[in-house]
C-alpha cells in the first residue's frame, strides 16, 4: 500500500459525459501527478500539482482539467468523453524539496467509454 | 531527460536472481536511474533510485556501471509475485519537470 489513494476504482459512462477522478496523496506530499495508461499509449504524464498551484502539464486534453483543494488532495474531471479516454488513470504523490522527490502511485481508476 | 532502452521481456526460474538491465547512454550527471514496477495494471510501484553508487533496499539492488550509461536491476530471489513489467526511468535532479517519462519497460515473467 503506498498511502496514494484513488476512488473509484472503476468508472463506466458513456461518450458526452463528465466525470471526475479522486485522488488523495500520502500524508506530507505536496505534490500530485495525474497519469493516463491507455493500451496504445502507455502511460503517459498528464499534468502535476504542487500545493494548490499547477506546476508541469503534460499530454493532456483541453477537455481534461485537474484542481488540488487546500486539503490536498486532487480531482481531474474529464469532459466531452470520447470512446478514446478509455484508459486506467493514476495518481501519485511526492515530496517536493528533496532531490530525489520520489514519487508513489495510487491503484488507478479504471474508466471506460461506451 | 535521457532516454532508456529495456529488452521487452525476460523470463527468470522461481527462486533464481533476475537480472533486468537498462541502457541510459544519454544519461546527463544531474540525473538519477529510477525502477518501478507495476503488476497487471495496478499502480506502478516504486522499487529502487540511484544515482552513481550502487544501492540495494528490501526489494531489490541496483548496479549503475562506472560510466553511468547502463545499469541493472537485480531481484535476488524471485517469486512469481515479481511477474510484472519493469521500468527504468532516467529524471533530472532539478528543474521544473518533475514528471516520469515512461517507456515500454521489461516484462519479467517468473516460472515455477
Known amino acids: 500500500d503506498s498511502g496514494v489513494t484513488q476512488t473509484p476504482k472503476h468508472l463506466i459512462t458513456a461518450t458526452g459525459q463528465r466525470v471526475t477522478l479522486r485522488c488523495s496523496p500520502r500524508?506530507?506530499?505536496?505534490?500530485v501527478y495525474w497519469y493516463q495508461q491507455s493500451l496504445d499509449q502507455g502511460l503517459q504524464f498528464l499534468i502535476q500539482?504542487?500545493?494548490?498551484?499547477?506546476?508541469a502539464k503534460g499530454n493532456i486534453l483541453e477537455r481534461f482539467s485537474a484542481q488540488q483543494f487546500p486539503d490536498l488532495h486532487s480531482e481531474l474531471n474529464l469532459s466531452s468523453l470520447e470512446l478514446g479516454d478509455s484508459a486506467l488513470y493514476f495518481c501519485?504523490?511526492?515530496?517536493?524539496?528533496?532531490?530525489?522527490?520520489?514519487?508513489?502511485f495510487g491503484p488507478g481508476t479504471r474508466l471506460l467509454v461506451l | 531527460d535521457a532516454k532508456t532502452t529495456q529488452p521487452t521481456s525476460m523470463d527468470c526460474a522461481e527462486g533464481r536472481a533476475a537480472n533486468l538491465p537498462c541502457n541510459h547512454s544519454t544519461i546527463s550527471g544531474n540525473e538519477y536511474v529510477y525502477w518501478y514496477r507495476q503488476i497487471h495494471s495496478q499502480g506502478p510501484q516504486y522499487i529502487i533510485h540511484g544515482l552513481k553508487n550502487n544501492e540495494t533496499n528490501e526489494m531489490a539492488s541496483l548496479i549503475i556501471t562506472e560510466d553511468r550509461k547502463s545499469s541493472t536491476l537485480i531481484l535476488p530471489h524471485a517469486t512469481l509475485r515479481d511477474t510484472a513489467v519493469y521500468y527504468c526511468i532516467v529524471r533530472a535532479i532539478s528543474g521544473s519537470a518533475r514528471q516520469l517519462t515512461f517507456g515500454s519497460g521489461t516484462q519479467l515473467t517468473v516460472l515455477p
Open positions: 500539482y504542487y500545493n494548490g498551484e499547477e506546476r
Open positions: 500524508s506530507g506530499d505536496l505534490s
Open positions: 501519485a504523490s511526492s515530496v517536493v524539496g528533496t532531490r530525489e522527490e520520489t514519487q508513489y
